[in-house]
C-alpha cells in the first residue's frame, strides 16, 4: 500500500489497574501532518505518547508505522523505523554536554555506537552533522557546556536538537514549551517552523498561542477519550470543548 | 527421616535468625531507601555487649538480652541523625554502600579493641540447653525457644504494621513517600523510630542467634551477604516477605551443609540466582507487610 | 517539571565537569601516561626491596581501572567484579602450568577467560537494578569461588595454586628472582591497558554507556538497546580484569581463593572510589593510596588498619564524593586566587 498513513493508530486502550487512561483512541498521521493534541492536565496525552511509542504496553488497539504493525515491537525497533519523540520532563544525560548528546544520537541513528576502539572525534562526517544541528538551533555557543548546567530553555531546544538528529518520519512532541520563559518561547517556534516539510509532526501542548500558530489539525482529548478534531476554527467553536476546558483552563499550564 | 527432621528443626531456626537480623534491614530499605551494610555489625555489637554483661557481669540472659537490645538502640540513634539522613534515597546507592562499609570497618575495629578477637559465648541458662520432647521426636530446647521467638517477631511485627497508627503512617510511607509528607505524616520522627526498630531487630537477632552465627569481630563482614540476601528474596519492606525468603534460604543452607557439606556454598548462591532471576523484585515487592 | 526546579538545577554545578581545563586535549592525555611512567620507574629505583608489594599495586590497578569501566562509566554497582580477575588468573594459571608459558599469551588467556565469564554473567544478570543486581553480582563470585575451590585437581583448591614458572617476555627478558622483569612488565601492561581503556571509553560505545547510566529511557528513545551496551561494557571490563588477573598470576607465581574473593570485589571498590570514578586514573591514585596505606597500617595490626579505612572512606563519602581525583578541581581554584 503506497498511500499508508506515517503512523496509524487503531482503537488504542490503556487500564492502570481499574483505571481507564486511554479508551479506544484513533487517529493517523500522514506526510507533512502539523497535528496538534491538546487536552486538560491528566487527559492522558502523555500516556498516548508512550503507548504509541512502546514505552508502555496497551490493553488493546494497534499501532502501525507505515502500514507495518509495530503494537508488539519494542521502543527500540520504533525509533529505527522513524517514530522519534522528546520528552515533556526533560530526560537528558546531565553531566554529558550538549556536543556528546548530538554525537550520541547520530552515532545510533547510523548504527555505529558499538565500535569500541573508534574515535568518536575522528569518525567522519560526525563533527560536521552536528555543527549543523547545533547551529540549526542555535546551540552552537553551548556546545561543550554539561547539560545539567544549561538554561531550561536550552534544554527543550536540545530535547528537539536530539529528536531531529535522529533524522525521524514521525516527531511526537510532549509539550516542547513547557517550562521554558515567554521570552524564550519563540525560539521553540522558530525552530519548529524550520521542521522539514515532509515530516509528520504530532505536538502536545497547553500554550494554545503555540498550537494554533503551529497546527493545521488539532486533536482533544478528555479523559483519555477522544473528543473531536479539526481546524484551529472549528475546534475554538466546538462547544464540547469550550466545556472540557472551562473547568481546568485555569490550571492547564 | 532423621536427618529430614534435623535439618528441618534446624533449618528453621536457622532461618528465624536469618528474619530477626534481616527484616530491620529489609523495613529500613523499604522505607528510607538504604542499603545499610552496618545491619550486620549492629547486629554483633549488641551480641558482644550481651556476653559481656551475662559472662562478665553476671546478668541473666533475659536481662542481658534487653540491655544489649536497648543499649545499641541508644547508641546507633546518634548515627541515624549524623550519617543516615545524609544518604537516604535510592538516588544514593553508591554512597551507601561506601559509608556503610566504612562504618562497618569501625565497629569492627572497635569491637576488636575492647573485646578482642577471639570468640565469644552468651552462655545460655539451664532451661534452655536440654532438649524438649515433642511426642515421638525431641529437639534442642535452644532450637525451639529460637524458632518461638522468631514466630512472636513475626506475630509482633504484624500487629505493629498492621494495627498501630505507627504502622498505617510506616506503610503509607513506603507506599508512596511524597504523598504521607503531604498528608502532614512527619517522615523525620518515621525514620527516626523506623530506624530504631531496624537496629532493636538487628540487635535481638545477633543476641539469640549467637549459637548459630558465632560472635568474632568479621562476623559483621562475614554475615552481611546472608541478611542482604534474604532482603533481596524476600523484597524490600515486606515483613512477610522477609520471612518467606529467611526461612526459605535457611533451610536451603542447612541441607545444603548437611547433605553435600562440599558444595553447601554453591547451592546456596545458585538457589539466590535462580530467584532472583525469577523474581527480580523479591517475592513480595513493596508491601509493608 | 517547573521552572523554579530547572534554577536549583543550574545552581548545583560544583559536581558537574563544565569548566575545561585551560591547557590543551594533548598535553591533559599525555598527562596521566607520563606521571604513570615517570612514577613507576622512580618507585623502581627507590624501592627496590619492595617490588614484590608494588607489582601487586600495579597488577591491582588496572584490575581496578576495569571496575571503573562498569561503575563509573556504566553505572553498574557491583560487589562481584574479582570474578572476572580470578577467573582470568586460575585460566592464566592452569595454562601456565599445563601448557605454554610465553607471558603475553596468558595475559590473552586471562583477557579471553575475564571476557567470556563477564559476558555470560553479564547477559544473565544486568536486567536488574539496585540491590538485585548487587546481590546477584555477589552470588554470582561466590560460584565462581566455590567452583574453584571445588576443583581442586586444577586450581589446588585452598592450597592455591602454583608452580606457575613464565617463559622470559618475548622470548628476551628473563623473569629474575627481585622481581624487576615482573615489576617493569606490569607496569607496562598497566599503562597501555590505560591506554586502550581510554581509547574505549572514548568510543561511541563508551559514549553511550555513559548515556545509559544518566538516562537509560532515552537511550532507548534514540534507538539504542541499554542492556546491551552494559553487557558490552560489562564483558570488556571482564576482559581487563581477567589480563589483571593474569598478570597477577604470572608475576607473582600463585593464585589463591582470595583472588575471586568477596572482599578483594568490596576492596576493589574501595579503591576506586577513593580514587575517584568515571576518570580511569583516578583508579590507579586509588590503588596506589589504598595498597601503600595498607602495607603500612596492616602490618602492625589488621584493626588499625580497618580503622583508618573506615573513618577514611566515611570521610570521602561525607566530604569528598568526587574521591581523591577531584581534590585537583577542587583546590587549584583557592590556589589561583579562587574565582
Ligand atoms: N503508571 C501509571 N499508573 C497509574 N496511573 C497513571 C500512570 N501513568 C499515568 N497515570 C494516570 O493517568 C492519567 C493521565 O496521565 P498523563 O500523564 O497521560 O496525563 P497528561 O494528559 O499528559 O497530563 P499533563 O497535561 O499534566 O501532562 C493521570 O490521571 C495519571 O495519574
Ligand atoms: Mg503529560
Redesign the interface.
Known sequence: MIDAPLLQVDGLSKNFGGLQVSSNISMDLRKGDRCALIGPNGAGKTTFVNLVTGVIPPTAGTIRIEGHDVTRQSAEARVRRGLIRSFQVARLFRSMTVREHLELAVLERTGRTFRLFANVRRIPGLADEVAELLEGMGLTAVAETAVGTLAYGQQRLLEIALALAMKPKVLILDEPAAGVPHSESHRILDALDRLPDDLAVLMIEHDMDLVFRFAKRIIVLAQGQLLCSGTAAEITADPRVREVYLGSRAHAH | METVFGIAVDGVAYGMILFIISVGLSVT?GLMRV?NLAHGAFAMAAGYVASYAAQTMGLPYGLALVAAVLLTVVATLPLEKL?YR??YG?AN???Q???T??????????I??LFG?TLKRIPLPEMLTGTLDLGPKSIPTHRAFVIGMGAATILALWWLLERTSFGIRLRAAVDDPAMAAALGIRTERLYMATFALGTGLAAMGGVLGAELLPLE?YYA?RYI?LF??V??VGG?GSIFGSAAAALTLGVVDTAGKYLIP??G??FF??A??LI??RW???FFQGRAA | MTAVESDKMTTNTSTLPHSRPALPRIVTDAMPVVVMAVGGLAAFWLFPNDLGLLTRILAAALFVMSLDMVLGYCGIATLGHAAMFGTGAYAAGIVAVNWVSDPLALLAVGGVAGGLIALATGALILHARGLTLLMLTIAVAQIVQEVANKARDWTGGSDGLSGIDPAPVLGLFRFDLYGRTSYLFALAVLIVGFLVARRIVRSPCGLACRGVREEPLRIAALGGSPRRYLVSMYAVAGVFAGIAGALTAITSGIVGLDSVGFSWSAEAMIMLVLGGTGRLYGAVIGTVAFMAIHHILASTDPFHWMLFIGLFLMGIVLFLPGGIASLSARVLPLVKGGR
Open positions: 530499605l542499603v550519617l545524609r544518604i535510592s546507592e553508591l554512597r554502600v561506601l559509608l562499609i566504612g562504618l562497618t570497618f569501625v565497629i569492627v575495629a572497635g576488636n579493641y578477637p569481630p563482614i551477604v542482604l540476601a532482603v533481596a524490600a562440599n558444595f556454598e554453591f548462591y545458585a539466590l540466582i532472583l532471576f527480580p523484585h523479591g
